[in-house]
C-alpha cells in the first residue's frame, strides 16, 4: 500500500469514526430528520421590546415591566394573524425555538405553515432584562420539582394519570444530555405570581398594540396572563390558544399521591382565572368578591372537584366573541383539572373547546408537551383548529 493509499484509507476510517460520535449524539437523529424538511425561508426576522417604562426612582433609572418578543415572518406568509406564543413558569421562549433533543420548535412547525410568529420572554424574564430593585425576590431552583412535574412524573406518581407519561425525549434524570439542554433552560420566575400576571397583562397589551391583531399560544403559568390580556385587548385578540393554561378555577391543587391525591390551596383566586381584574358582566361592586361553589362529586374518580361561580354566574363579558381552543393531555398533572378551567369559561360565556390529547389518540404525553417527543403531532390538533376560525375580515393588514 503505497503512500497516498494509506492516507487515503486513514481519512476514510477518521470520517467514519466522526460519523459514528455524531450519531451517538442525543440530537443527531432529530437533526437527520430535521433535514428531510426543505429549507425554512424567513422574509423578515428580528425583535422588540414592548411596555415598560424608566423607573427613575431606583438607583441608576432601569427600565422596567417590558417584555421581548423575537419575530419571524416566513417568505410565503399564508395566514393573517400572526401567532404569539408565550412560555410558562420558570421557562422562557426558547421552549418554542427547539426541543432539548435537537428536534425543531412550535415555532417552526407553524413558520413552516405560512404563520408569523412571535416568541415573548416574559416581563423579568430572559432577555426582557431583570432588576432585584424594581421586580422583587425570584423563586429557587428546585431540581427535584422538575423531574416531579415535567420530565418523570411516572417515578413520582403524585396524581392518578402520572404513570402514563412515556414521551419525554431521554433517560430524564441528571446526567443525562437531554435533561441537562433542558435543566440549563430553566430560569426564575418573580415569585410574586399576581405581579407577574399584572406586568404580563399590561407588556402583552402593549406589544398587541405594535404588531396588530393576533393569535394568543399560551403554556401553564402564561395562561393566567392570556386571559387579562385578551380582556384588555378584546379587539386584537383573535383566538387564544392555552396550552394546559394555569389553574383550576378558584383555587389552586396541592398534589400528594395516592390515596387521596388532591388538596385545595387555601388561597382563592380573586377573579376566578387568576389574581388580577377581569371585566365581568354584571360588573363586581367596590369591596365586592366573586362567590364560588365546589363541585359535590368529580367528574370521574381520577379528577379533582371543579370550583365554579355561585349562581346567577356572571359574564367575562371582553372575552365572550374570542375563539378559545384549551389542550390537556394524557400524563400531566394538568389532566385531572383542565376541565374546570373549560366548564368555568363555559359557564362565564366563553364558548371554548376543550381537547384531551389522548380522545385524538395523543398519548404519554406530559406538561412539557412542545419538547417531547411527539410535539409535531400536537402542533397539528392546533393547526387543525386554527383551519376552523373565520377567515379574517376585508381590508385587514397581516403583519407590520
Not at 398587541?208 to 395562561?223: C, E, M, R, V, W
Not at 384549551?326 to 374546570?340: K, L, N, R
Amino acid at each position: 500500500m503505497d503512500a497516498a493509499t494509506r492516507s487515503n484509507f486513514r481519512m476514510t476510517i477518521i470520517r467514519r469514526i466522526a460519523a459514528a460520535c455524531l450519531a451517538a449524539l442525543p440530537w443527531s437523529t432529530a437533526r437527520q430528520a430535521d433535514a428531510a424538511e426543505p429549507p425554512l425561508v424567513i422574509a423578515k426576522s428580528g425583535y422588540l421590546f414592548a411596555g415598560g417604562k424608566i423607573d427613575a426612582s431606583r438607583p441608576g433609572s432601569p427600565m422596567v415591566g417590558q417584555l421581548y418578543a423575537e419575530f419571524q415572518i416566513p417568505q410565503k406568509l399564508l395566514h393573517p394573524y400572526p401567532i404569539v406564543m408565550i412560555h410558562g413558569g420558570s421557562q422562557t421562549g426558547t421552549n418554542f425555538t427547539g426541543t432539548p433533543d435537537g428536534r425543531e420548535g412550535w415555532a417552526q412547525y407553524f413558520l413552516r405553515r405560512g404563520y408569523a410568529v412571535y416568541v415573548v420572554d416574559q416581563v423579568a424574564r430572559g432577555r426582557a432584562g431583570y432588576w432585584t430593585d424594581s421586580y422583587g425576590v425570584v423563586t429557587a431552583p428546585e431540581l427535584e420539582r422538575e423531574l416531579q412535574r415535567f420530565a418523570a412524573p411516572e417515578r413520582y406518581k403524585l396524581w392518578p394519570q402520572a404513570h402514563l407519561h412515556t414521551q419525554w425525549p431521554g433517560a430524564a434524570q441528571p446526567g443525562d444530555p437531554i435533561f441537562d439542554q433542558f435543566y440549563a433552560s430553566q430560569f426564575p420566575s418573580l415569585k410574586d405570581f399576581a405581579k407577574q400576571q399584572e406586568l404580563n397583562r399590561d407588556a402583552g397589551a402593549a406589544l398587541l398594540d405594535k404588531i396588530g391583531p393576533a393569535i394568543l399560544l399560551t403554556h401553564s403559568q402564561s395562561g393566567a396572563m392570556g386571559w387579562p390580556i385578551a380582556d384588555k385587548r378584546p379587539n386584537l385578540v383573535k383566538a387564544i390558544v392555552a396550552i394546559e393554561p394555569s389553574g383550576p378555577p378558584a383555587h389552586d391543587i396541592e398534589f400528594k399521591g395516592a390515596p387521596d391525591w388532591f388538596t385545595d390551596a387555601a388561597k382563592t383566586k380573586m377573579s376566578g382565572l387568576g389574581e388580577v381584574p377581569l371585566t365581568y358582566d354584571p360588573p363586581l361592586k367596590d369591596g365586592e368578591e366573586l362567590a364560588f361553589v365546589r363541585q359535590d362529586k368529580a367528574d370521574k374518580p381520577d379528577l379533582v372537584r371543579c370550583w365554579s361561580q355561585a349562581q346567577p354566574a356572571r359574564k367575562l363579558s371582553n372575552l365572550k366573541d374570542i375563539p378559545v381552543l384549551i389542550i390537556s393531555s394524557e400524563a400531566s398533572y394538568h389532566a385531572s383539572y383542565d376541565h374546570c378551567t373549560a366548564a368555568y369559561l363555559t359557564q362565564a360565556g366563553v364558548a371554548n373547546t376543550f381537547v384531551h390529547l389522548a380522545d385524538r389518540g395523543i398519548h404519554g404525553n406530559g406538561h412539557m408537551m412542545m419538547l417531547e417527543k411527539n410535539s409535531d403531532a400536537i402542533a397539528g390538533v392546533i393547526e387543525g383548529w386554527l383551519k376552523t376560525l373565520p377567515a379574517k375580515p376585508a381590508g385587514h393588514s397581516a403583519q407590520r
